[in-house]
Each structure stands twice: as C-alpha cells, then as structure tokens.
Antibody
Framework: QLQLQESGPGLVKPSETLSLTCTVS??????????WGWIRQPPGKGLEWIGS???????FYNPSLKSRVTISVDTSKNLFSLKLSSVTAADTAVYYC??????????????WGHGTMVTVSS | SSEVTQDPAVSVALGQTVRITCQGD??????ASWYQQKPGQAPVLVIQ???NRPSGIPERFSGSRSGNTASLTITGAQAEDEADYYC???????????FGGGTKLTVL
C-alpha cells in the first residue's frame, strides 16, 4: 500500500534553511487526482498546513508562510520536498507529509507519513 | 482570512454518544474533514467530506454539517477513542487550507 516517509536533518540553526524530503512508495506521485502536502505540529500544539504540490509542479501555500516556503517535486525519484528559509525557534515542530486528494467540496489528507521532528537551535 | 474553531476539550462516558464541533464561515461552502491523533502518532483521517469513512474506520464515527458548523459524532464511544481530534477545511476567500485548534476527547 502507499507509504510516505519524511527525511532530513533533525536540527537546523536559526536563520538557516530547513530542508525535508518525502519519499512516496507503493504508488506513483504522478497519479492524477492528488496533491501532496506538508503539515507541521509544534510540540504540544495543533496542526498547521504548510503547502501542497501537484506532480506537474503547481503549488499553493499557507499565506502566513508563503514568503519563506518552497515545495518542489521530483517525479523521477517519486518524492517531493520542502524548503523553509530563515527559520526561528517558532519553526520547531514535527513535520508531516501527506497525500491530499483533489475533491470538489472538501479537502482531506488521507495518507500520512510518520512525521519527523525538526528542532531549530544554535 | 477565515478560520475554523473547535472546543479545546470534550468528555464522554464510555458507551455514550459525543459530538465534536468545528465552526467557521468556510464550512457553509466546504465540508470539513476530521482526523484522530493519539499521543506520539501521526493523525489518521476518520471522516472525509460530507460523511465518508475511509476503509478501516469504525461505523461509530460519522460526520454532518449545519450552517457554519461541522460535527464529528462518535456513537457509543470506546476507550480507544480517547485522542485529539482535528477538523480541516478550505478557506473560502483565498484558497488555502486551515486546521482547527483541536479537541481533546476524554472517555470517562
């Protein structure tokens, strides 16, 4: 079955760029009808959507993070990536990647990775 | 921008019915989806859209909407349903996604 796995550094210095990858297995990231998204969760807090990408490269982002976020896709490697620039301690969180079906009247993340903890600290 | 809001905490006696709500203007247009999250685990989708349960989700979970309020109902709550529950929707004004702040469900 489809699985998603996040990977990347667990520690990032303030002002630097956080970079994570989500590898998709058991299915193709190029399947039509799905976006692929990033969501984060600071320790003890709720979920925050970061952004989503279609296999063609079309993206949409959370307006509160848009100036610092870049999400890209590599269909040849079946993965998509997140870059968040100029990080601060407020960006410390568990970062999840998830599949995001394209639906008419709702949005849902139906398959999630296990998540990866990223700490911003010097 | 639009938001969706949830009550921080709700409790229910074992075997009873509980409703967890999510309010927001965007819910008049878009259906909410609902997630269950247990400590140390990734969220799990329990209701998608109008009232669609993914495979493997028990029938006691159901979704509904009235006006600007979406509801997740658990009919006959079990001990294993104790978790945090989040709703999400699409903002109606500028095409981005929002999550509610989450509701901690305690099963007594």
């Amino acid at each position: 079955q489809l699985q998603l796995q996040e990977s990347g550094p667990g520690l990032v210095k303030p002002s630097e760029t956080l970079s994570l990858t989500c590898t998709v297995s058991g299915g193709s990231i190029s399947s039509s009808g799905y976006y692929w998204g990033w969501i984060r969760q600071p320790p003890g807090k709720g979920l925050e959507w970061i952004g989503s990408i279609y296999y063609s490269g079309s993206t949409f982002y959370n307006p509160s993070l848009k100036s610092r976020v870049t999400i890209s896709v590599d269909t040849s490697k079946n993965l998509f990536s997140l870059k968040l620039s100029s990080v601060t301690a407020a960006d410390t969180a568990v970062y999840y990647c998830a599949r995001h079906p394209i639906l008419v009247d709702t949005d849902a993340f139906d398959i999630w990775g296990h998540g990866t903890m990223v700490t911003v600290s010097s | 921008s639009s938001e969706v809001t949830q009550d921080p905490a709700v409790s229910v006696a074992l075997g009873q019915t509980v409703r967890i709500t999510c309010q927001g203007d965007s819910l008049r247009i878009y259906y909410a989806s609902w997630y269950q999250q247990k400590p140390g685990q990734a969220p799990v989708l329990v209701i998608q859209g109008k009232n669609n349960r993914p495979s493997g989700i028990p029938e006691r979970f159901s979704g509904s909407r009235s006006g600007n309020t979406a509801s997740l109902t658990i009919t006959g709550a079990q001990a294993e349903d104790e978790a945090d529950y989040y709703c999400n929707s699409r903002d109606s004004s500028d095409n981005h996604l929002v999550f509610g702040g989450g509701t901690k469900l305690t099963v007594l």
